[in-house]
């Protein structure tokens, strides 16, 4: 268990130590973000009341194809120099290394949602009518919800061709359930029309099991050819 | 040069290959390979390209996995098990090219538990380079690269070291000083495999040539009780020339 700890510990460090000084997922994923803002909030001019059923919606599809930019790149440099030959040549588990990854893309973009979510209040004038500190838990655990399957398919699509292409192909259908539960769950809390509740626990629920079939699946998508 | 090799580490097979077949698609990168080799030997892998060298040592790493046939290392066909006493240096080089040197060995070290920073210094002294060189991998000379490549393949001090073109734009006298290296670590016990293309900068230390064709070993020269070697130029008039004791 340490010794997935010390390899999870260090491979996280490695890896924001790499984007720290190259700044590849976090400069591209702001730059998106920031595009959905601007472009969204010049295309409808919506009422206070509006802005409360419709921002859940915009604000997590604008998270998600961030997301995506920034799931793409962390598998790239594995390629790069073929890295990840050894990493799979080392004794060191799979799972420590689709941990590190998961976690390092986690704080990625919960780095960019607190960036962005000030940007989204002032734009879309946004006051929670429900309780707001509710948000944060719907954010941790939509944002994992996200680069846990993000994580696992970027891995399965990083031998073929079109990886850019593959990854939201695979990633968005399975994200369905857990992108419902966020946008309901963001609604409820902004309009504070119905308990949020269901949906978190529906979050949680979608969490632990892509979760365990990530971890339980990942040595065979680290080892394929 | 090879009786007294022989002599030296009178050793059974480490490293077995057993009707060894990989294919890609339709094209068989390696056709039914069988072979032993011995513990404590350097053999130098030659043949042209796409004669099966790399899949070989890949497959040895592990990286690949035979469509047909069996690997055992040092006993086993868990590859993964001895996966700790398997050294791989790669055509490309393995490395982060934006950390330094001793930062990609540091994080490479903690994948084999090796907690010391210690062990990455001496490594990189081994191949000749700086330490304290804070410069990105990215930034380094080729033949830098080439070490610190060779210096992370060693940071677990394997027992079998299998090397993928290790003096590819490698100036002569870094060429040099690897294969003294690499002489003196066989003569410490390791067993080396080296796919090359320079085959006459291995003269001195390689105790025995190994060639491949079309996906086989067709020949293996200056093993155990065979003739001196007395040509390693590649060239298939040469490889006619020689004396043919597999």
Redesign the interface.
Known sequence: MS?IS??TA??LA?DI??EW??KDAINSMLFFGLLVVVVFSFSFDPIAEESRRIAGGLVWVAFLFAAVVALNQTWA?EV????L????????PANSLFLAKALGNFLFVIVLEALMTPLFIVFYKLRALGPAWMLIPIAVLGTWALVVNGTFFAAMSLRTRAREIMLPLLLFPISLPAILAMVRATTAILTADEPAKFWIVLLATYDVVFTTACLLLFETVL?A? | MTDSKSSRHPNTPIVVVTDLVKQFGRFAALRGVTAAFEGGRLYAVLGDNGAGKTTLLRALAGLTHPTRGSISILGTDALRSVSSQVGYMAHPSLLYDEMSGMENLRYFSRLYGILSDERCRQVIRLVGLDPELTRPVGQYSQGMRQRMSLARALLQDPKILLLDEPFSNVDATSGREMVKLLGQMRDAGKTIFVVTHQSALLETVTDEFVWMQAGQIVRRTGGPGSAPLVSTDQSPGAERRKPDSS
């Open positions: 010794l010390n390899i260090a491979t490695k130590r790499l000084r190259s440099r790069r120099n073929q890295v030959d050894a990493y799979r040549i080392s004794p060191a080892q050819e």
